[in-house]
């Protein structure tokens, strides 16, 4: 049997090299694979929330339920910019990725915060412009009247009291300037003694003129013979009463 002897070859660093790129590249190549799948995977299963601020609610829900999402409508707000049925506020706000099929909270408007306006008839001016500034209310015209009641104060308004008003709202009101004069039966005062006369005159607040002297025989003196204004009349109070007695 003849043998074949070859030299040995030590294996050349460049071809280990190249073993070791091609492995390096292929666990490159399988992780950006593997990368790619769970990107498009990724990107397949979100959606992009939708803007439907100011948009009224069936057309808002309608358009996030169209980008995959689920539309929940919440409890409204108050919101002086957006007209009442419309969608003030959303969370998540628009633009953000969310997981299709997720929830989209949407706010709906209740446009300006209303309040009950309060019944202000009976109070002084003063208390009742008190009462408007506290609620962040102004009155937005005053008319005045004499005489419709026994005191300076609100007759009258409008909005009418439980009225729902919005912010900064004005008020008007109906004051009564002067107090009503309190009105009287006039006493009947002929025949009675001057002093007695006198003093029921002062006790009921009226004004007793000069008293006018008058002759008249057979009378005694000091009686009231005659008076003004005549007993049963209306009369004012702090009215001025006119005696005429006999001397």
């Not at 919101?79 to 998540?92: F, L, M, T, Y």
């Not at 439980?162 to 004005?170: E, I």
């Not at 009287?184 to 002297?213: K, N």
């Amino acid at each position: 049997m003849s043998w074949v002897c070859y030299p040995h070859r030590a294996m050349g660093v460049s071809r280990l090299l190249r073993w070791l790129l091609a492995g390096v590249g292929l666990l490159v190549g399988c992780g950006f694979a593997v990368w790619m799948v769970l990107w498009v995977s990724l990107r397949s299963s979100a959606a992009r929330v939708p803007d439907v601020t100011g948009m009224d609610t069936a057309r808002a829900s309608a358009l996030v339920q169209g980008s995959g999402l689920v539309a929940r409508i919440q409890e409204g707000v108050f919101d002086p910019q957006i007209p009442a049925g419309r969608v003030s506020s959303q969370r998540p706000p628009a633009g953000l990725e969310a997981k299709r099929g997720g929830t989209v909270l949407l706010y709906p408007s209740l446009g300006k915060a209303v309040q009950k306006l309060g019944d202000l008839t009976g109070l002084p001016e003063s208390l009742a412009e008190a009462e408007l500034e506290s609620e962040h209310l102004t009155i937005e015209r005053r008319c005045e009247v004499d005489g419709q009641a026994d005191a300076a104060v609100v007759l009258a308004q409008m909005p009418a009291p439980g009225t729902l008003v919005a912010p900064q709202s004005g008020v008007t009101l109906l004051v009564n300037r002067a107090p009503r004069e309190k009105r009287y039966v006039m006493p009947e005062f002929v025949g009675a003694a001057e002093p007695d006369a006198t003093r029921v005159i002062r006790a009921l607040g009226f004004q007793l003129a000069t008293v006018q002297p008058v002759a008249y025989p057979g009378i005694a003196a000091g009686t009231v013979l005659r008076q003004d204004p005549p007993a049963g009349g209306p009369v004012a109070e702090a009215a001025v009463i006119g005696l005429w007695v006999s001397r």
